[in-house]
């Protein structure tokens, strides 16, 4: 099992939970050929812009791209 998490607070959390979980922080540097095959994803939707860009208009990150790609077609 892996995830992948780049929010302290969220990291400390997983660690304390899972500890056999093993961490490879940010989802951009993740390759498919480096990493375990999944039977579940999960993902939040704070990476969606949508929270920051009142503050942050030049804010950009698309996770759900990642996603899509991360599942393969059936």
Not at 25 to 54: K, M, Q, R, W
């Amino acid at each position: 099992m892996w995830v992948s998490e780049i929010e302290p607070f969220s990291i400390r959390v997983t660690t304390k939970l899972l500890p056999d979980v093993k961490h490879l922080e940010d989802i951009n540097s993740i390759h498919e050929d480096e990493t375990e095959p999944v039977d579940i994803i999960t993902f939040g939707s704070l990476c969606t812009g949508i929270v920051y860009y009142a503050q942050f208009p030049d804010f950009y990150c698309d996770i759900f791209s990642h996603i899509l790609l991360a599942i393969p077609a059936a």
